[in-house]
């Protein structure tokens, strides 16, 4: 697997695979295989991932069998709103709030984010450039001030070079971290819902809102990093979002307006007195 180019998550979780029927059966016992994966209690998208692993240790030890076919479950993913997501990085430890808000911000992947160079941020530009997973298209990916200032300020704390990986540690440790860290918030703030966010609902988050604001899903294939239209068809899911559901800020000058755009609220209008702007921003 690593010699044909597949990734060392995909081979963690085909090795996985391979352990729980190594423990449950004789792996070079096709048929047992077979019989095994179809007796599970469990979903479609799981038995498809056992058969695909399985699949691969037959045709590297010359065994004789025949895939079967399993559907991947049609599931409709939940997307968060932004105040959960905003409540999560606002508890966590400065490094890791750092990479929430750039998950958030950009739905770069996690082991994408993970593999980031300090040289793969333009921070005068404000701009990211992603080496992109899954043999994905090339892309380009804007910050906003907050976040510009959030890596600069995660740079300078731990005296960072330019060929310097941006954070430590794998994807894996980061979904470990963020883990521990959202169910202590769940526990804190007594909330269970909070619990059933998971990392790549960053990403899901930044690709719905990403097409319900430009209704361009060509634009957002190429900012998700896809190679397949289907797969961002897929990640945005068309949802109907246009709902009374808004979060609202006031800005008093210039400065304050530009930092509301800068985190995606969009101008509403001028109060009579022409003293405060308003803007709103999708929950």
């Keep these: 697997m690593k010699n044909n180019g597949l990734s060392d998550y995909t081979i963690k979780n085909n090795s996985k695979a391979l352990r729980f029927l190594d423990n449950h059966t004789d792996l070079n016992n096709p048929e047992a295989v077979k019989t095994l994966i179809a007796g599970l209690r469990t979903s479609?998208?799981?038995?498809?991932?056992?058969?695909?692993?399985y699949n691969k240790y037959a045709q590297q030890n010359s065994l004789q069998w025949q895939m079967p076919r399993y559907e991947q479950d049609a599931k409709q993913t939940k997307i968060p709103t932004s105040e959960k997501l905003e409540?999560?990085?606002?508890?966590?430890?400065?490094?890791l709030a750092t990479r929430l808000m750039m998950s958030m911000e950009t739905g770069i992947r996690p082991i994408e984010l993970c593999n980031l160079k300090v040289k793969d941020i333009d921070l005068e530009r404000r701009i990211l450039y992603p080496t992109t997973a899954k043999h994905g298209s090339a892309r380009a990916l804007k910050i906003s001030q907050r976040l510009q200032m959030m890596i600069q300020d995660h740079i300078i704390r731990h005296n960072l070079n330019p060929n310097d990986q941006l954070f430590r540690g794998n994807a894996e440790m980061y979904g470990k971290l963020y883990r521990q860290t959202r169910n202590r918030l769940a526990n804190k703030l007594k909330d269970p819902t909070i619990r059933t966010i998971k990392l790549y609902d960053f990403r899901h988050y930044y690709g719905t809102m990403l097409y319900h604001k430009t209704r361009d899903i060509v634009y957002t294939k190429q900012q998700l990093g896809h190679k397949k239209i289907e797969t961002t068809m897929a990640y945005v899911q068309l949802l109907d979002i246009n709902t009374d559901e808004w979060t609202c800020k006031t800005a008093q000058n210039q400065q304050e307006a530009t930092q509301l755009i800068e985190n995606g609220f969009e101008y509403v209008a001028t109060t009579p007195n022409e003293n405060l702007m308003l803007f709103r921003k999708r929950k």
């Design 87 to 95: 409540q999560l990085i606002g508890f966590a430890a400065k490094t």
């Design 44 to 53: 479609g998208s799981y038995k498809r991932n056992l058969a695909v692993a």
